[in-house]
C-alpha cells in the first residue's frame, strides 16, 4: 500500500500571509486610498521601529538591500582607489556595491563552519587604500565582530554590517547593525522579515551619516531640487513599509519558530545518525552531513539552514524528486564569476568559499514547517544516504 507522502517546499510564504491577511489587508488598502505613496508616514513609523529594533538612533528606508549597501559606501565617501574588505562567499550585491561605486573588493576566505569571514585572515590584507570592512552576518548568524572592531580601530577602518540577513540576529546580546558605523537590511521576500516586493534600509547611530544617506536616497537633495550631492532614487515605498509595520511585531516569535525548526533538525540529524562536524570537511564526511552550528554567545536566526554534502548535487537531485525543496546558496564564489574576472583571483585563491559552493546546500527553514515536514525532509535525506 502506497501511503501519500507530504511534499516541502523551500519557503512557502502563504500561510504567513493567511495568518496575517486581515492586516496586511487593511494596511495596503489604507495606503490605496490615503494615494501617499512614496516616504511618508508609514516609512518613518518604520524607520523609527526598525531603528529600535536594532538599539541604533536612526533608520533610513531604501529601496532594496543592494541600494543600501550602495548608500552606506557612498555616504562614508568610498570610491575610486579605496579598497574594501569582504569575503567570496556571500550575495552577489555586496561585492557588486563595492564595484559600483567605483572601490575595490578585496576578497578574504571563510570560517568552514560558520560561512562568515575569518577574522584570522584580515589583517594580511589591509593596505593604505583600505577604507573598510564589510562583514556579511550570512545564513543568519553573526559575524565575529568583537574582532572585526577591533581591527578596525587599529586600522582606522569604517565597518560596514551587511545584515540582509541577519535582522535580530545577537552577538552578546546585541543585536546586528549595533556594531558598525552602519547597518544595512534588506526586505526582500525570502528574508526574515520581508515585504511585499523590494526594500531595504540603512541605520546607524551616527546623527551625520543618517542625514547624508536621507539626502543620498534622495537624489542627494536638500532642501527640495537643490542638490549638494549626487545620489540616486533609492527611496523605500510607503506600501512595502505598511506591510512591513504589520510583520514587524511578529518577527521575534518568527525567529523562535526558525530556531526550533533548526533544533529538531539537529535532534533528528543526530538521531539518524548522519552528523558530522565541520572538522571532518578535510579527511571526509562518509555518508554525513555538516549540520550548522550556533557559536558561543550568538543568536542564529536561521535565514538559512545550510548543511555541507560531498554528494550535494546528487542529494539535490533526489530530494527534488521526492518533493523536499533545496537550494544552493551560492554555486559559485564570486572571485570565479565571470564579471569579477578583472579583480585578478583564481580558483583556489579561496578553498573554503570553493568547498563550500560545491558543496552547500539549503534545507527548508520557513517557520511555518510542520514537525510532519521536518521529519519527511530527514526521512529523504537519510534514505539518500543508506
Ligand atoms: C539579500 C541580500 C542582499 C541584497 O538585498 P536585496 O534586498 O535583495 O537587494 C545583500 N547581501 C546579502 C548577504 C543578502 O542576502
Not at 531604501?62 to 557612498?74: E, F, K, N, R
Not at 578596525?152 to 577602518?157: I, K, P, W
Not at 544595512?184 to 531595504?200: I, R, V, Y
Not at 544617506?213 to 550631492?229: A, D, F, I, S, T
Request: aromatic fraction near 8%; charge should be negative.
Amino acid at each position: 500500500m502506497s501511503e501519500s507522502k507530504v511534499s516541502v517546499p523551500l519557503l512557502d510564504l502563504k500561510p504567513q500571509y493567511a495568518a496575517l491577511s486581515d492586516e496586511l489587508d487593511k494596511a495596503v488598502l489604507a495606503v490605496a486610498r490615503s494615494q501617499y505613496f512614496i516616504l511618508g508616514p508609514e516609512v518613518e513609523c518604520f524607520e523609527a521601529g526598525v531603528a529600535d529594533y536594532c538599539a541604533v538612533e536612526h533608520g533610513v528606508g531604501v529601496s532594496s538591500g543592494t541600494d543600501a549597501l550602495i548608500v552606506a559606501l557612498m555616504a562614508l565617501g568610498i570610491g575610486p582607489g579605496d579598497e574594501v574588505i569582504t569575503t567570496p562567499y556571500t550575495f552577489f550585491g555586496t561585492v557588486g556595491s563595492i564595484v559600483r561605486v567605483g572601490a575595490t573588493p578585496v576578497l578574504v576566505d571563510i570560517e568552514p563552519d560558520t560561512f562568515n569571514i575569518d577574522v584570522s585572515k584580515i589583517e594580511a590584507v589591509i593596505t593604505d587604500k583600505t577604507r573598510a570592512i564589510i562583514p556579511v552576518h550570512l545564513f543568519g548568524q553573526m559575524a565575529d565582530m568583537r574582532a572585526i572592531n577591533q581591527i578596525a580601530r587599529e586600522h582606522d577602518l569604517l565597518v560596514i554590517e551587511d545584515a540582509a540577513q541577519a535582522i535580530g540576529s545577537k552577538q552578546n546580546d546585541r543585536p546586528a547593525c549595533s556594531f558598525g558605523h552602519i547597518g544595512c537590511l534588506s526586505f526582500f521576500p525570502t528574508k526574515n522579515l520581508g515585504g511585499f516586493g523590494d526594500g531595504g534600509m540603512v541605520v546607524t547611530d551616527d546623527a551625520d551619516y543618517a542625514s547624508i544617506l536621507r539626502q543620498l536616497r534622495n537624489h542627494g537633495m536638500e532642501p527640495k531640487y537643490y542638490h549638494p550631492r549626487v545620489g540616486g532614487n533609492f527611496r523605500l515605498d510607503a506600501l512595502q513599509a505598511a506591510v512591513l509595520n504589520v510583520k514587524l511585531p511578529h518577527l521575534n516569535t518568527w525567529h523562535e519558530q526558525r530556531r526550533e525548526n533548526a533544533s529538531l533538525y539537529n535532534k533528528l540529524f543526530k538521531a539518524a545518525g548522519l552528523n558530522r562536524t565541520a572538522d571532518a570537511l578535510d579527511s571526509g564526511l562518509s555518508n554525513g552531513i555538516v549540520l550548522p552550528i550556533e557559536k558561543e554567545n550568538n543568536y542564529h536566526i536561521y535565514n538559512q539552514f545550510v548543511i555541507y554534502s560531498e554528494q550535494r548535487d546528487a542529494l539535490m537531485e533526489h530530494m527534488k524528486a521526492n518533493n523536499v525543496g533545496c537550494e544552493i546558496y551560492y554555486p559559485l564564489a564570486l572571485h570565479e564569476q565571470e564579471c569579477f574576472r578583472l579583480l585578478g583571483y583564481k580558483k583556489g585563491d579561496f578553498p573554503n568559499s570553493e568547498r563550500a559552493a560545491s558543496m552547500s546546500l539549503a534545507l527548508p527553514i520557513y517557520p511555518d514547517l510542520t514537525t510532519e515536514m521536518i521529519e519527511r525532509v530527514v526521512e529523504v535525506i537519510a534514505d539518500f544516504y543508506n
